[in-house]
């Protein structure tokens, strides 16, 4: 999602600055270094934080970082020390120097099991500990916007695809096994996501920043679920498999479901956010991406400890 928007806001001519974790893995901004402002900063000092928000005293805050949202990202204390206390942190820093709009980047996994496109107003329902701290961050970043009168907002975001993806997620996995003629192993053909291409995405996150007014909560997905079934038949086509798919390959997962669409009303009707990509558009876009990338992909994809249909 980063890399993605912070190229998006240097096409746009903004000054953009980067704050990277200690020891971030490079692969994703290395070509855009040289372009940007780079901080290293840990969430979870304070001290530094404040003081390199003061130094850099920005207009828009793009708040991406999390921790959990991958199946190898399993310890409780980190998600709690990531997504909660670094959200608190930086937009306590961000309130002392003063911004224009500071955006959280939540999820769809704050909802839980719902048999519907829940609406942004559905009690929440968080069935894990990564659900359950983002959760956290946005009931935190909402009760600020309304004590403060800020510009606040969270986007809860589902399951976002395209250019620069974690290799180990389905799309990269299908398109890795793809330009290799062949298909990976694959969970029950009915589970269901709600695929949003990441220039929505971004899209989204530049049109919230630029409303006026305290944040909202916004969900970020196109109102339509596609199944791994339908996914993989699209694979199929834009690769031009001949390979027929080994359904139930790949073990259950404790998220899996049949029902995962979001209910996009209110960011369509608040800010005008139209999606440009359907999930045939998007998948041609981000093979195209890795075709010209081979060097992003796994050579031999996920490992025993991953998972191609990650949460989000």
Known sequence: MGANLARRLLADGHEVHLFLRPGFAAWRVADILEHVHAHEVDLSNKEQLSATVRGVRPEWVFHLATYGAYPAQTHSHLMVRTNVFGTMNLLNACLQSGFEAFINAGSSSEYGWKDHAPPETEVLEPNSD?????????????????????????????????????????????????????????????????????????????????????????????????????????????LKLEVEPAWETMRARSWDTNVWVADSEKIRERVGWRPRFDFESGFDATAEWFREHPETLMEGGPDSSGSPLSKR
């Open 130 to 238: 990564y659900a359950v701290t983002k959760a956290s961050a946005t009931h935190f970043c909402s009760e600020v916007a309304a004590a403060k009168q800020v510009n606040v907002s969270t986007l809860r975001l589902y399951s976002v695809y395209g250019p620069f993806e974690e290799p180990s997620r389905l799309i990269p996995t299908l398109i890795s096994f793809g330009l290799r003629g062949q298909l990976p192993a694959l969970a029950n053909p009915d589970i269901a996501r709600d695929f949003v291409y990441v220039d929505d995405v971004v899209d989204a996150f530049l049109l919230v920043a630029n409303a006026k007014g305290p944040g909202e909560i916004y969900n970020v997905g196109t109102g339509t679920q596609t199944t791994l079934r339908e996914a993989v038949a699209v694979a199929q086509k834009v």
